[in-house]
């Protein structure tokens, strides 16, 4: 068994192949023949049940967590906009921990895709929230009239996060292989 890994026992393949340097002896028959060795393969493929029931649902809650932050009103002006980064470097956090463990390819996997949608989702939020604490302090705008902005910057963001997460399982297999 190998962790993290399935496979199909069927697609284990045995081939006997000439060693490239040495080997090499003289026969009855005075021709050189190389000795061979044997090669086993068997295909394998990474097991994405631990992303689906691990990573994917802690991804989600934080950016739910983010988003509430636009709807609480803190006593600080920022903190909305601490929070939502302290959310956002415990992301970069689980993309550095997950980016070992994940297979060194020259294209991004979805999941990649995702860790980076739900990093973009937070700097958006980020950014609204300095905006909105801008036209408070800086414009003079009522609370009444910046509490729709971060309204709406929020539902925008709760749908992005479904998107995320369609993104995520389109594509998945529906029977475990």
């Not at 970069?92 to 995702?114: A, C, E, F, H, W």
Request: hydrophobic letters at 45%.
């Amino acid at each position: 068994h190998v962790p993290d890994f399935g496979f199909d026992p069927s697609d284990l393949r045995f081939q006997f192949f000439p060693l490239t340097y040495g080997g090499w002896k003289k026969s009855d028959t005075s021709r050189e023949e190389r000795d061979v060795f044997l090669q086993v393969t068997l295909p394998v493929y990474r097991q994405s049940g631990h992303y689906d029931t691990s990573i994917l649902p802690v991804l989600v809650m934080l950016n739910i967590i983010a988003i509430s932050c636009l709807a609480r009103n803190f006593g600080s002006a920022t903190a909305a906009t601490e929070l939502m980064l302290g959310i956002a470097f415990v992301q970069v956090g689980i993309r550095l921990t997950l980016d070992n463990r994940l297979p060194s390819v020259g294209y991004q996997i979805k999941m990649q895709y995702v860790m980076n949608c739900c990093f973009w989702l937070l700097c958006g939020l980020v950014l609204e929230s300095n905006v909105v604490f801008f036209l408070v302090r800086k414009r003079g705008w009522d609370y009444d009239t910046t509490d729709r902005i971060d309204l709406a910057a929020a539902c925008v963001a709760l749908v992005y996060n479904a998107y995320i997460i369609v993104t995520y399982f389109r594509g998945k297999r529906s029977t475990p292989m």
